[in-house]
């Protein structure tokens, strides 16, 4: 691993993506070959969801294979997007009544770009403070002049937790690009597919786990799934494969391993969060077949990451002292 | 490649962008034929909705109605009505010697599909209103045209009215089975079971 380290910056992410796409291909072959089987028509749902977590994958993959090539400016871009997208289906299912139109314009039009361009240009002291402050006191603003007081309160938390984990968690992906970190400058890219391996791999080693162990569940009225067990199989999945990446990053192996679990951790926690969402909005997954909207599920996949984003983002600005 | 086409794959883009404008076929597939769609209509962005939602080959020969006297008073209303939407023009004000459906009729017997909205106005309430006798005099002279109703969700939370930006919400549109006139079937019947056939789209959707 240590000669790996020595490779210079391109060979190293060809490196990754090789395997990346490597890994992709082996999976797909393998879904090609057991996709002839026959199967009750639970088994064939069950089916149906792998094969679009597959594409999903796929997706991702190419787009952050699109980000390295076109730099940070188009990989912010890109992030924006994700969190324009994620938003949208967070609001959709939220039912928000016409009191709340200016202040989900301003969250759509003016703090969602705002964000995004305050991380292109690394203004990080803004960064941090732009929403939790300025914006939380500006949402409930507008949506007073809606004129409707009726579950004021209620409303207002709604939109302002969307912006929270839709823009705000979701921002810090692309500001890794742009830490200065020591020894590391133009590796930024590095950081972010070191947190989405780390949290996607967490997300389907709990997943997998959770399916073999059947044990009792944490909570059973919010996720059948989610065990104790489960989640720390996930969480060490991840700080593996994060110790096994270390030489793209700029830790040493057990610090690498301690900020894989760390993403993992509350990656697969911000999963479970969304769970409790999904079951009070009355639908099973954000983009089932059941929702009205025909949203996308987006959302689905991306909530773990804006969990461990800010919480990732933080840890890495303390291990280097800043 | 034209202005006008131009100017309207930006508007199903972004239609796209603001609503996601999905398509849910479930009684009929898209499909190049003549037809009528009928839908419930809550906001200005209703026939943009249907519109985006539609195969893009369908587009071109699936046409609006537009109130002549707003949709003709400047003349980028006119341009995009015209020239993007290729829409059917009719006068709100009744003269008594001009039928206010022969402009439909006139669309349909060149074969055009049309999008109508029978309530004849938008409503604000979860359930359309009563709809209004021209579906069924269109269905009574054009017997072989099929009628597909439209069930348009969540869009009045995109632009409720009197806002001018939309909101990014979400919005599908469900197109349901086909429906005709039936032998000896009076205007009332007919009107009371078109309405039932996009109300039942709610719950499909």
Same mark, same amino acid.
């Given at each position: 691993?240590?000669?790996?380290?020595?490779?210079?910056?391109?060979?190293?992410?060809?490196?990754?993506?090789?395997?990346?796409?490597?890994?992709?291909?082996?999976?797909?072959?393998?879904?090609?070959?057991?996709?002839?089987?026959?199967?009750?028509?639970?088994?064939?749902?069950?089916?149906?969801?792998?094969?679009?977590? @597959?594409?999903?994958?796929?997706?991702? #993959?190419?787009?952050?294979? /699109?980000?390295?090539?076109?730099?940070?400016?188009?990989?912010?871009?890109?992030? &924006?997007?994700?969190?324009?997208?994620? @938003?949208?289906?967070?609001?959709?299912?939220?039912?928000?009544?016409?009191?709340?139109?200016?202040?989900?314009?301003?969250?759509?039009?003016?703090?969602?770009?705002?964000?995004?361009?305050?991380?292109?240009?690394?203004?990080?002291?803004?960064?941090?403070?732009?929403?939790?402050?300025?914006?939380?006191?500006?949402?409930?603003?507008?949506?007073?002049?809606?004129?409707?007081?009726?579950?004021?309160?209620?409303?207002? &938390?709604?939109?302002?937790?969307?912006?929270?984990?839709?823009?705000?968690?979701?921002?810090?992906?692309?500001?890794?690009?742009?830490?200065?970190?020591?020894?590391?400058?133009?590796?930024?890219?590095?950081?972010?597919?070191?947190?989405?391996?780390?949290?996607?791999?967490?997300?389907?080693?709990?997943?997998?786990?959770?399916?073999?162990?059947?044990?009792?569940?944490?909570?059973?009225?919010?996720?059948?799934?989610?065990?104790?067990? #489960?989640?720390? /199989?996930?969480?060490?999945?991840?700080?593996?494969?994060? #110790?096994?990446?270390?030489?793209?990053?700029?830790?040493?192996?057990?610090? &690498?391993?301690?900020?894989?679990? /760390?993403?993992?951790?509350?990656?697969?926690?911000?999963?479970?969060?969304?769970?409790?969402?999904?079951?009070?909005?009355?639908?099973?997954?954000?983009?089932?077949?059941?929702?009205?909207?025909?949203?996308?599920?987006?959302?689905?996949?991306?909530?773990?990451?804006?969990?461990?984003?800010?919480?990732?983002?933080?840890?890495?600005?303390?291990?280097?002292?800043? | 490649?034209?202005?006008?086409?131009?100017?309207?794959?930006? $508007?199903?883009? $972004?239609?796209?962008?603001?609503?996601? =404008? !999905?398509?849910?076929?479930?009684? +009929?597939?898209?499909?190049?034929?003549?037809?009528?769609?009928?839908?419930?209509? !809550?906001?200005?962005?209703?026939?943009? $909705?249907?519109?985006?939602?539609?195969?893009?080959?369908?587009?071109?020969?699936?046409?609006?109605?537009?109130?002549?006297?707003?949709?003709? =008073?400047?003349?980028?209303?006119?341009?995009?009505?015209?020239?993007?939407?290729?829409?059917?023009?009719?006068?709100?004000?009744?003269?008594?010697?001009?039928?206010?459906?022969?402009?439909?009729?006139? =669309?349909?017997?060149?074969?055009?599909? $049309?999008?109508?909205?029978?309530?004849?106005?938008?409503?604000?309430?979860?359930?359309?209103?009563?709809?209004?006798?021209?579906?069924?005099?269109?269905?009574? %002279?054009?017997?072989?045209?099929?009628?597909?109703? +439209?069930?348009?969700?969540?869009?009045?939370?995109?632009?409720?009215?009197?806002?001018?930006?939309?909101?990014?919400?979400? +919005?599908?549109?469900?197109?349901?089975?086909?429906?005709?006139?039936?032998?000896?079937?009076?205007?009332?019947?007919?009107?009371?079971?078109?309405? %039932?056939?996009?109300?039942?789209?709610?719950?499909? %959707?």
């Amino acid at each position: 691993m240590g000669s790996l380290r020595a490779l210079g910056v391109t060979q190293q992410v060809a490196l990754l993506f090789v395997v990346l796409f490597g890994l992709l291909m082996l999976v797909t072959i393998v879904s090609i070959s057991r996709s002839l089987r026959d199967r009750t028509p639970a088994q064939q749902e069950l089916w149906q969801g792998y094969l679009r977590d @597959l594409r999903a994958a796929w997706i991702a #993959a190419v787009l952050f294979w /699109i980000a390295w090539i076109a730099g940070a400016i188009v990989s912010t871009l890109l992030f &924006a997007i994700v969190s324009f997208v994620a @938003l949208r289906e967070f609001v959709t299912l939220t039912h928000t009544v016409r009191g709340d139109h200016r202040a989900l314009l301003l969250a759509f039009f003016v703090v969602l770009p705002l964000q995004y361009l305050i991380v292109a240009t690394e203004f990080f002291d803004l960064f941090t403070v732009f929403i939790p402050v300025y914006v939380f006191l500006a949402i409930p603003v507008l949506s007073a002049f809606g004129n409707d007081p009726k579950r004021f309160l209620e409303r207002t &938390a709604k939109i302002q937790w969307g912006v929270m984990v839709c823009v705000y968690g979701m921002s810090h992906a692309p500001a890794l690009l742009l830490l200065d970190l020591p020894r590391y400058e133009g590796r930024g890219a590095f950081l972010v597919l070191y947190l989405v391996l780390v949290v996607a791999t967490a997300q389907i080693a709990q997943e997998v786990a959770s399916r073999r162990l059947r044990r009792r569940p944490v909570a059973r009225a919010i996720s059948r799934t989610f065990s104790w067990r #489960a989640w720390a /199989i996930g969480a060490v999945s991840a700080a593996l494969v994060g #110790a096994l990446l270390y030489w793209a990053t700029p830790f040493k192996p057990i610090p &690498a391993l301690v900020m894989g679990l /760390i993403a993992g951790g509350s990656g697969t926690f911000g999963a479970f969060v969304m769970q409790a969402l999904k079951r009070d909005a009355g639908v099973h997954t954000w983009g089932g077949r059941m929702s009205v909207t025909g949203a996308v599920g987006l959302l689905d996949r991306v909530a773990g990451l804006c969990f461990a984003a800010p919480v990732f983002f933080h840890s890495v600005r303390w291990y280097f002292g800043f | 490649v034209k202005l006008p086409e131009v100017a309207g794959l930006f $508007l199903a883009f $972004l239609a796209r962008l603001i609503t996601g =404008a !999905q398509g849910h076929w479930h009684g +009929c597939p898209p499909k190049a034929e003549q037809r009528i769609y009928f839908a419930n209509h !809550q906001s200005h962005f209703d026939w943009v $909705l249907i519109w985006a939602a539609l195969p893009h080959e369908l587009r071109a020969v699936t046409r609006p109605i537009a109130a002549r006297d707003y949709w003709t =008073a400047t003349p980028l209303r006119h341009w995009i009505t015209r020239e993007i939407f290729n829409s059917v023009y009719v006068s709100r004000q009744r003269s008594d010697d001009e039928d206010p459906l022969e402009p439909l009729m006139d =669309a349909l017997r060149s074969g055009d599909s $049309l999008v109508i909205f029978p309530e004849g106005t938008r409503g604000n309430k979860p359930e359309p209103a009563q709809f209004k006798a021209g579906l069924y005099h269109l269905a009574e %002279a054009f017997a072989g045209v099929p009628l597909i109703p +439209c069930w348009i969700a969540n869009v009045q939370r995109v632009m409720p009215k009197g806002e001018v930006v939309p909101v990014p919400i979400l +919005c599908s549109v469900t197109f349901g089975a086909p429906l005709a006139l039936e032998g000896g079937e009076d205007k009332r019947a007919f009107l009371a079971r078109a309405r %039932a056939a996009v109300l039942a789209l709610r719950e499909v %959707a």
